[in-house]
């Protein structure tokens, strides 16, 4: 008798993901440029808990999309199958019920869409955000940089545009029910929106590319994607706050998740009916994402800079000072740094000073007073033992209060060494951030 092993597979290894170019724009990638045979991270939406599919010997299934349009192809293949019974897996019935509508079956069908769709598909929306990579030397790693302008002249430049839509963009509704199942594979924990909510908006990322073989046609292809959610804010704004998140996996590890970020936040920037930039539960890889970018972000601000720390805060190249990092270097080898009371950081910062700061950036409370935390870190002298102090009793404040419901369960005693040992972890995860930030 054959044991049920044999007929089980592993889910996100049968799953197989493409994003299908046509063959005028495959011709065009170069050979780390791979698109297509990629996994899920998540299907326990979809096959359960277990993340199993039983039945089967050699199974294969393929869930392929047109790299612009997201038009849907699905297709099982398997050497045997049992007998259909209550404990077989019926994988196209489940399949469809998170699929688009207008999902193909039929191979030659969906390969005359990518080729149509190639050349006619274009983003919905509002373009808010573009940026230039080139293709020949795109690397891998945490903390791309992103440079913005290339030569335009130059045939393997390659353009990214971040496009922001609402429910009331013609065509965008059929658009996200394509894109919507990449949230159930790629978010612990994400579920659907519901459509019914008229105020979603969303910011698209998609890669342009220019044809090799015809340098004057363009064509586009999904990237990732973020949904965001406004609320009301007295007495007539509103808090938008970003509910998901994602860029696909061929595309990770390359800045493309800190450039959508950021168009979002310039976005929020731009818009006075948009108080503030909120995030929903984030998980500790976006976490991290928005940490170092809200921070190369103020330190890439003059104004606030020489406003917090002094005149000296501010170098000839966009400020560099502080003894975590890179700081300037002084006579004798040794990073400078600002001793307490240099401007309106202190410590302790100025409270009146970081809520116009914080209120003129749009960042929400909690994040504005971590990234001041981390950059007073970043410069504050070490041998200021005042300032080491103050320094302790402005985070020890922040977290009391963060945690005030669970510290009031314990005695005296326990209670300053829980908030002790909560700096230290606090302390210890900003030098991580940034020994990120250069």
Same mark, same amino acid.
């Given at each position: 008798?054959?044991?049920?092993?044999?007929?089980?597979?592993?889910?996100?290894?049968?799953?197989?993901?493409?994003?299908?170019?046509?063959?005028?724009? %495959?011709?065009?990638?170069?050979?780390?440029?791979?698109?297509? +045979?990629?996994?899920?991270? &998540?299907?326990?939406?979809?096959?359960?808990?277990?993340? %199993?599919?039983?039945?089967?010997?050699?199974?294969?299934?393929?869930?392929? &999309?047109?790299?612009?349009?997201?038009?849907?192809?699905?297709?099982?293949?398997?050497?045997?199958?049992?007998?259909?019974?209550?404990? =077989?897996?019926?994988?196209?019935?489940?399949?469809?019920?998170?699929?688009?509508?207008?999902?193909? !079956?039929?191979?030659?069908?969906?390969?005359?869409?990518?080729?149509?769709?190639? *050349?006619?598909?274009?983003?919905?929306?509002?373009?808010?955000?573009?940026?230039?990579?080139?293709?020949?030397?795109?690397? %891998?790693?945490?903390?791309?940089?992103?440079?913005?302008?290339?030569?335009?002249?130059?045939?393997?430049?390659?353009?990214?545009? =971040?496009? @922001?839509?609402?429910?009331?963009?013609?065509? &965008?509704?059929?658009?996200?029910?394509?894109?919507?199942?990449?949230?159930?594979?790629?978010?612990?924990?994400?579920?659907?929106?519901?459509?019914?909510?008229?105020?979603?908006? &969303?910011?698209?990322?998609?890669?342009?590319?220019?044809?090799?073989?015809?340098?004057?046609?363009?064509?586009?292809?999904? =990237?990732?994607?973020? !949904?965001?959610?406004?609320?009301?804010?007295?007495?007539?704004?509103?808090?938008?706050?970003?509910?998901?998140?994602?860029?696909?996996?061929?595309?990770?590890?390359?800045?493309?998740?800190?450039?959508?970020? !950021?168009?979002?936040?310039?976005?929020?920037?731009? @818009?006075?009916?948009?108080?503030?930039? *909120?995030?929903?539960?984030?998980?500790?890889?976006?976490?991290?994402?928005?940490?170092?970018?809200?921070?190369?972000?103020?330190?890439?601000?003059?104004?606030?800079?020489?406003?917090?720390?002094?005149?000296?805060?501010?170098?000839?190249?966009?400020?560099?000072?502080?003894?975590?990092?890179? +700081?300037?270097?002084?006579?004798?080898?040794?990073?400078?740094?600002?001793?307490?009371?240099?401007?309106?950081?202190?410590?302790?910062?100025?409270?009146?000073?970081?809520?116009?700061?914080?209120?003129?950036?749009?960042?929400?409370?909690?994040?504005?007073?971590?990234?001041?935390?981390?950059?007073?870190?970043?410069?504050?002298?070490? *041998?200021?033992?005042?300032?080491?102090?103050?320094?302790?009793?402005?985070?020890?404040?922040?977290?009391?209060?963060?945690?005030?419901?669970?510290?009031?369960?314990?005695?005296?005693?326990?209670?300053?060494?829980?908030?002790?040992?909560?700096?230290?972890?606090?302390?210890?995860?900003?030098?991580?951030?940034?020994? @990120?930030? @250069?």
């Amino acid at each position: 008798m054959t044991s049920a092993t044999a007929w089980t597979a592993d889910a996100n290894e049968a799953l197989s993901l493409s994003l299908v170019r046509a063959p005028e724009d %495959k011709a065009s990638l170069w050979s780390r440029e791979v698109y297509e +045979g990629f996994h899920p991270t &998540f299907t326990y939406p979809i096959f359960g808990e277990e993340e %199993k599919i039983y039945g089967y010997k050699d199974l294969s299934v393929q869930l392929k &999309f047109a790299s612009g349009s997201l038009a849907q192809h699905l297709t099982v293949r398997y050497s045997e199958r049992l007998p259909s019974s209550s404990a =077989v897996d019926e994988i196209e019935p489940t399949l469809s019920k998170f699929l688009a509508p207008d999902h193909l !079956t039929d191979e030659k069908e969906f390969l005359e869409r990518v080729e149509h769709d190639a *050349t006619h598909f274009k983003p919905y929306g509002e373009k808010i955000y573009s940026y230039t990579r080139a293709a020949t030397t795109l690397p %891998k790693g945490k903390n791309i940089s992103i440079p913005q302008v290339l030569g335009p002249d130059d045939e393997e430049t390659v353009d990214f545009e =971040v496009y @922001h839509s609402t429910w009331k963009t013609p065509g &965008f509704r059929e658009y996200h029910r394509r894109m919507q199942l990449f949230v159930l594979l790629y978010i612990e924990g994400g579920s659907l929106i519901s459509e019914d909510e008229e105020t979603w908006e &969303f910011a698209v990322l998609y890669e342009k590319r220019r044809r090799r073989s015809s340098p004057d046609v363009f064509t586009y292809h999904f =990237v990732g994607y973020s !949904t965001l959610y406004p609320f009301y804010c007295f007495p007539e704004r509103v808090r938008l706050r970003i509910s998901q998140f994602l860029i696909l996996p061929p595309y990770q590890q390359d800045g493309h998740g800190s450039a959508l970020y !950021t168009a979002i936040y310039q976005h929020v920037l731009a @818009h006075p009916r948009i108080a503030e930039l *909120t995030v929903e539960d984030p998980a500790e890889a976006f976490e991290d994402l928005r940490d170092r970018n809200d921070l190369k972000m103020l330190l890439a601000n003059e104004k606030f800079m020489r406003e917090g720390f002094g005149p000296e805060a501010i170098s000839s190249n966009g400020g560099k000072v502080g003894g975590v990092g890179n +700081g300037r270097k002084a006579r004798g080898g040794k990073a400078r740094s600002i001793r307490a009371g240099a401007g309106k950081m202190g410590p302790p910062a100025e409270r009146s000073w970081l809520e116009k700061w914080r209120t003129d950036l749009k960042i929400a409370g909690r994040q504005f007073h971590r990234l001041v935390e981390m950059l007073i870190l970043r410069n504050m002298d070490i *041998t200021d033992e005042r300032a080491q102090r103050a320094y302790r009793l402005q985070v020890k404040e922040r977290l009391y209060r963060f945690n005030y419901e669970i510290l009031m369960q314990l005695d005296k005693q326990e209670r300053q060494q829980k908030l002790e040992e909560t700096f230290q972890g606090v302390v210890a995860d900003y030098r991580r951030i940034l020994g @990120h930030v @250069h």
